[in-house]
């Protein structure tokens, strides 16, 4: 008798530890610093994908648990927060949002051999140089994102007097030199000024009268929306009707907080609007209905989340070797669309189109719906 209560209680403890099995992920972005509202973002989705996935059963009969890291958008503040990571075990970080922190951070996920699915890092050596095959992304690139952009401004401006600055940070300056290389090539023109400006600063007067006495009538901007957004009403305030245009760095509804009118026309780049996907639809209506919104990265991080934890259940398992395996060969229904990934561990999803900011909020601009 004692036997078998024994074997009883131990068989409770067993089936006890399996119902409370947890699964520890990672999401890494700026969740503090001004860049905060992208880690608000990255955070947002991979919480109600979390919720989701556990309220479905988990993965495998597993529960998932969050781990949030802070990078700042800090290089080495990335790196800190991937070995923070690797020691606790977790075989799977969303993240990051940079791709100044992304890129470095790859290198520790790779030697550590955890997952890595960026939902936003667009600089094309995230994946052309990845340091191990177990580095995805579920955004496109600035190569792409350049070309469109670079192209639009050729065709819609054709007389307009250009400028193309840069933050100087992987993104921003990446995404400039691809935006000036397509503008160049479709238009047989050079820009009126190429300049790089400092991120963080509060006060561009000098740049803005420098391209109001060169006569600047488009401002392209690779950076980030804080600094693109007071260049936008420091222009106004000059008396200036310089249209603004810049990347996927401006969807968020902070730009127009610092812009307020100002903002109004601005143009940027981003992915086919997934918000308005059917499959994202419950997703969307759950998160407004908590007073959240499903802008500008949720909805991708959301779907790393979703790619990932059903290449676990091809799988059978969280190990390294078989999940990287089951990314590379499978096709994602997710919340964006259904992914596959290339040899370089890029998504086939549609590129990117041309939006505008008109009274708060960002759509489609004109002809270029999906």
Same mark, same amino acid.
């Given at each position: 008798m004692k036997k078998a209560l024994l074997a009883g209680a131990a068989l409770n403890l067993v089936f006890a530890g399996? %119902?409370?099995?947890? *699964?520890? *992920?990672?999401? %890494?972005? &700026?969740m503090t610093g001004q860049y905060a509202s992208f880690g608000e973002q990255l955070r947002t989705g991979a919480e109600q994908a979390v919720a989701d996935i556990?309220?479905?059963?988990?993965?495998? $009969?597993?529960?998932?648990?969050l781990s949030v890291g802070d990078d700042a958008c800090d290089p080495k503040q990335a790196v800190a927060v991937a070995n923070q990571f690797a020691s606790q075990g977790v075989p +799977?970080? %969303?993240?990051? +949002?940079?791709?100044?922190?992304?890129? #470095?951070?790859?290198?520790?996920?790779?030697?550590? =051999?955890i997952v890595q699915i960026s #939902? %936003?890092?667009?600089?094309?050596?995230?994946?052309? @140089?990845? &340091? $191990?095959?177990?580095?995805?992304?579920?955004?496109?690139?600035?190569?792409? =994102?350049?070309?469109v952009a670079g192209k639009y401004?050729?065709?819609?401006?054709?007389?307009?007097?250009?400028? *193309? *600055?840069?933050?100087?940070? !992987?993104?921003?300056?990446?995404?400039?030199?691809?935006?000036? @290389?397509?503008?160049?090539?479709?238009?047989?023109? @050079? &820009?009126?000024?190429v300049e790089a400006y400092t991120a963080g600063e509060k006060d561009y007067t000098a740049l803005v009268t420098k391209m109001k006495e060169a006569g600047i009538n488009l401002l392209y901007i690779g950076g980030y929306h804080t600094e693109a957004g007071l260049m936008a009403r420091q222009m106004r305030e000059q008396g200036m009707d310089t249209v603004l245009m810049s990347g996927?760095?401006?969807?968020?509804?902070?730009?127009w907080a610092i812009?307020?009118?100002?903002?109004? $026309?601005?143009?940027?780049?981003?992915?086919?609007?997934?918000? @308005?996907?059917? !499959?994202?639809?419950p997703v969307v209506a759950e998160l407004e209905k908590a007073g959240k919104t499903a802008e500008g990265y949720v909805l991708y991080t959301y779907a790393a989340i979703q790619a990932w934890a059903d290449a676990v259940k091809k799988a059978g398992s969280t190990d390294f070797d078989p999940v990287v395996t089951a990314l590379n060969e499978g096709d994602y229904a997710t919340v964006i669309g259904d992914l596959t990934f290339d040899?370089?561990?890029?998504v086939t999803l549609p590129g990117y189109v041309v939006y505008e900011w008109k009274d708060g909020q960002y759509d489609y601009v004109d002809g270029a719906a999906q």
């Open positions: 399996a %119902a409370f099995a947890e *699964i520890t *992920i990672g999401v %890494a972005g &700026p556990n309220a479905a059963g988990g993965v495998n $009969g597993e529960m998932l648990k +799977f970080v %969303a993240g990051h +949002f940079c791709s100044g922190s992304s890129i #470095p951070a790859s290198q520790v996920y790779a030697d550590e =051999q #939902p %936003a890092s667009t600089n094309p050596d995230f994946t052309d @140089k990845r &340091p $191990g095959d177990g580095v995805f992304r579920v955004c496109g690139r600035d190569d792409q =994102q350049g070309e401004i050729s065709d819609n401006f054709p007389d307009a007097n250009v400028a *193309i *600055i840069n933050d100087k940070t !992987a993104y921003g300056k990446g995404l400039a030199d691809e935006t000036q @290389k397509y503008y160049e090539e479709a238009s047989g023109k @050079k &820009p009126a000024l996927d760095a401006l969807v968020a509804e902070e730009y812009t307020g009118d100002a903002g109004q $026309g601005t143009l940027m780049t981003f992915s086919p609007d997934p918000r @308005k996907n059917e !499959a994202a639809a040899d370089k561990g890029d």
